[in-house]
């Protein structure tokens, strides 16, 4: 049978969620379908429950352990190189899908003759649906296209992908990483040649705090999200597609380096070890990728970050002037710029009381 579909995944300590996940994906309508679950050394029951999958649909799924665990990541790249289907979809262990997602959306890549296709899902902690690629996305792509897409990729789990397009660009997911799904998708956004959506909510994104790729602690976020600026300046700086992509790529490094400053901001640099140190470090990763900003003539930059983010941008090239302006917000001397911040920010990554 040749396989239309594989669908990889990651597993680890998914026991609360595993059995219903499996239940809506080896119901699915399209039968020319492989479920590929890499289990990331789990050390609850989800051993058993796939043991129990694979026993009951051997010719659907197969379950592959990892020794140790390796994260997300990790696991998908195996998936990848097991994979025997045409196009490829991701699905997290704790999450849900509808019964008809994959055949859905793979008569529309075939429809459309798509390297991608995209749908919408339900976010379960915002309670509203949401759609990452609008219908003037799709299609062929141009440079400014191209650009929008691969800055703001969205979600790993919303789409299918072409095989051939990721093996083929060695496009692969950075391991034992948060985020790691975003520099992925700004490689496929580069080599892929067109996108199409399907405007039906097809996936239920669940907010379990126990995931490993929603348990956050600062020192890892800024860890990673450095990782995630080298990885798309090396990746998209050294390819013949850069001319195209240099909006993207100034983008992106310009938004997580702010992320990762705001992260700093919204605790204290009083209360974070070695602080000169990692600030240090971002400035000769920023050095080394020479990203020096027109902000006037990055359209996606002078619309999607405020002029107060890029404010903090360009004091914090001064290591100094940033610790300088903390300093003086913790001391009652300076309120409103850093109160904004830290208010607005803290309204978008803490829970809600």
Do not use: W
């Not at 499996?22 to 479920?35: D, F, G, M, P, S």
């Not at 580069?190 to 039906?200: L, P, T």
């Amino acid at each position: 049978m040749n396989i239309k579909v594989s669908v990889i995944v990651p597993v680890y300590n998914s026991e609360k969620y595993l059995q219903e996940c499996l239940k809506y994906l080896l119901n699915q309508t399209l039968e020319e379908i492989e479920i590929i679950c890499i289990n990331d050394a789990s050390t609850d029951n989800s051993v058993e429950i796939l043991g129990s999958a694979v026993a009951q649909y051997p010719n659907k799924i197969k379950a592959v352990t990892l020794k140790e665990n390796s994260g997300p990541g990790t696991a998908r790249n195996l998936g990848i190189s097991i994979a025997k289907g045409e196009y490829i979809g991701f699905v997290d262990s704790d999450d849900l899908v509808k019964p008809n997602m994959f055949e859905i959306m793979y008569k529309k890549a075939i429809e459309d003759k798509a390297d991608v296709v995209d749908c919408g899902y339900y976010n379960e902690q915002m309670r509203r649906n949401a759609f990452t690629v609008s219908d003037d996305e799709t299609g062929l792509f141009e440079s400014e296209k191209r650009c929008r897409l691969a800055a703001k990729s969205g979600y790993i789990f919303s789409k299918i992908i072409k095989r051939t397009l990721i093996v083929k660009n060695e496009i692969y997911f950075r391991g034992k990483v948060i985020y790691e799904d975003i520099d992925f998708l700004f490689l496929v956004y580069m080599y892929a040649k067109n996108i199409s959506n399907v405007k039906a909510i097809l996936y239920f994104y669940r907010h379990n705090i126990a995931s490993s790729s929603k348990k956050l602690n600062l020192n890892k976020v800024y860890k990673d999200l450095l990782g995630l600026i080298t990885a798309v300046n090396e990746r998209g700086k050294t390819s013949k597609r850069y001319k195209d992509m240099r909006i993207a790529v100034e983008y992106i490094t310009v938004y997580y380096y702010i992320l990762i400053i705001e992260n700093f901001m919204l605790i204290g640099f009083r209360e974070i070890k070695n602080v000169r140190k990692y600030l240090e470090e971002i400035a000769s990763v920023i050095d080394k990728y020479k990203v020096s900003i027109n902000y006037e003539k990055n359209e996606l930059i002078k619309k999607e970050i405020s002029e107060e983010q890029m404010k903090l941008y360009f004091i914090s090239m001064s290591i100094e002037e940033l610790i300088k302006l903390n300093r003086k917000f913790f001391d009652g001397e300076e309120e409103n710029f850093v109160q904004k911040y830290r208010d607005e920010y803290a309204k978008k990554v803490l829970p809600n009381n």
